[in-house]
């Protein structure tokens, strides 16, 4: 089942588009998957005149802007590395990690620890350990959406239709699992200690102007 999102990155810089060397989208027929032809009636071929954006990298792109970031982009980031200092962006998640009130938070359990062993579970040769499990919905904390996370008026990116997304089989298409890595240059936005105010009290209209003073596309 392809996900909608299942990434908690360490990272959210921004991907910045470079459109000197867009990288066309690999053709995953080879693969065995769900390919260009067998998925083409998905797609709406009046919707791209509408979207400029749709249908730039061909009617079977799902990567989207991610197509700007090639060998040469990778290797441009990589050369403005002067520190090596690694910051932590990502929300630590836990119990207390916000979540909207109509998803559950997250659950941490135990599934084995020392009670278990106090209780006669075996240890084979001396050998012990613990385990937990998580439980929690994917889009909570830092994480990063697929393109079939949100759409309007029934279409998805490239005209895709919204119907193509089930509870029981998944994304069709736009799936989290057609993003690639990213390594790319990235842009940190601390409005925080710019605005000397916490994120949730600076206003949505605050943030756009700031980003696009900086170089973001908003």
């Known amino acids: 089942?392809?996900?909608?999102?299942?990434?908690?990155?360490?990272?959210?810089?921004?991907?910045?588009?470079?459109?000197?060397?867009?990288v066309q989208a690999p053709d995953r027929t080879a693969a065995g998957g769900r390919g260009p032809k067998d998925d083409r009636a998905m797609a709406d071929p009046g919707a791209a005149q509408s979207h400029p954006g749709w249908g730039r990298w061909g009617p079977d792109d799902e990567r989207g802007t991610?197509?700007?970031i090639g060998p040469d982009e990778v290797r441009r980031a990589s050369a403005l590395v002067r520190t090596g200092?690694?910051?932590?962006?990502?929300?630590?998640?836990s119990a207390k990690t916000p979540v909207p009130s109509h998803r559950c938070g997250l659950q941490h359990f135990m599934t084995r620890d020392g009670g278990d062993y106090a209780a006669g579970a075996g240890r084979p040769d001396g050998f012990q350990f613990a385990e937990d499990a998580v439980m929690m919905p994917l889009h909570?904390?830092?994480?990063?959406?697929?393109l079939c996370h949100a759409w309007y008026d029934d279409k998805l990116y490239n005209g895709y239709l919204g119907d193509t997304i089930r509870s029981t089989t998944g994304a069709a298409r736009l799936g989290i699992e057609k993003m690639p890595p990213i390594v790319?240059?990235?842009?940190?936005?601390?409005l925080v200690r710019l605005k000397g105010r916490l994120l949730a009290d600076i206003a949505d209209q605050e943030l756009v102007h700031r980003e696009h003073a900086w170089g973001g596309e908003g």
């Open 1 to 22: 089942m392809a996900k909608i999102t299942s990434r908690n990155p360490s990272d959210e810089a921004r991907v910045v588009q470079d459109q000197a060397n867009p």
């Open 66 to 68: 991610l197509n700007h």
């Open 140 to 146: 909570i904390g830092t994480h990063m959406d697929a």
């Open 184 to 190: 790319t240059r990235g842009i940190l936005l601390d």
């Open 85 to 93: 200092e690694v910051l932590r962006l990502a929300q630590l998640l």
